[in-house]
């Protein structure tokens, strides 16, 4: 296996005339909260399945949700809270060799705490636990402008 491949920040090496204009880190904060949610979401659809099928003892629905949230997230705390996320003046890249050149994005929106990017072939890639995903769509947004003018004329910086 690739050694690469577990890597939780980026590892391509930067194209000539390319830099890190910013890095995106996980927020603790919101992985602790959104694993909150998740578990609330949990109990609700576990209990009230349990409560629909006329199981007497629908209130396990919360304890196994909430275990199952728990071990879920102690268990990948330690690689989600280290993913890290380079954008540059032409990529935004990410862990794991995960790479979307800026010209070749299609959309950038936020989904929950998360900032998706959508390239023109299709790929998906999430950029986590973020405090203000709203805000890294606009930089992202940013970098797609600069990167399509510096192509237009032909320049790189």
Same mark, same amino acid.
């Given at each position: 296996?690739?050694?690469?491949?577990?890597?939780?920040?980026?590892?391509?090496?930067?194209?000539?005339?390319?830099?890190?204009?910013?890095?995106?880190?996980?927020?603790?904060?919101?992985? #602790? !909260?959104?694993?909150?949610? %998740?578990?609330?979401?949990?109990? +609700?659809?576990?209990?009230?399945? *349990?409560?629909?099928?006329?199981?007497?003892?629908?209130?396990?629905?919360?304890?196994?949700?909430?275990?199952?949230?728990?071990?879920?997230?102690?268990?990948?705390?330690?690689?989600?809270?280290?993913?890290?996320?380079?954008?540059?003046?032409?990529?935004?890249?990410?862990?794991?060799?995960?790479?979307?050149?800026?010209?070749? #994005? !299609?959309?950038?929106?936020? %989904?929950?705490?998360?900032?998706? +990017?959508?390239?023109?072939?299709? *790929?998906?890639?999430?950029?986590?636990?973020?405090?203000?995903?709203?805000?890294?769509?606009?930089?992202?947004?940013?970098?797609?402008?600069?990167?399509?003018?510096?192509?237009?004329?032909?320049?790189?910086?």
């Amino acid at each position: 296996m690739n050694s690469l491949y577990r890597s939780l920040e980026p590892t391509a090496a930067l194209n000539d005339g390319e830099h890190v204009v910013t890095s995106f880190y996980a927020d603790k904060r919101i992985y #602790i !909260r959104d694993h909150i949610w %998740l578990a609330v979401l949990g109990i +609700i659809f576990g209990m009230g399945v *349990l409560w629909l099928m006329g199981n007497p003892h629908f209130w396990t629905g919360a304890v196994g949700a909430v275990f199952a949230v728990a071990v879920r997230g102690f268990y990948l705390a330690s690689d989600d809270l280290k993913a890290r996320w380079d954008l540059t003046n032409q990529r935004a890249m990410g862990p794991q060799e995960r790479i979307a050149d800026l010209t070749e #994005i !299609r959309e950038v929106k936020t %989904l929950g705490s998360a900032a998706q +990017i959508i390239t023109r072939s299709g *790929l998906k890639h999430l950029i986590r636990f973020q405090a203000d995903p709203k805000d890294i769509v606009r930089q992202i947004e940013e970098a797609r402008v600069k990167a399509a003018l510096q192509t237009s004329n032909g320049t790189e910086t």
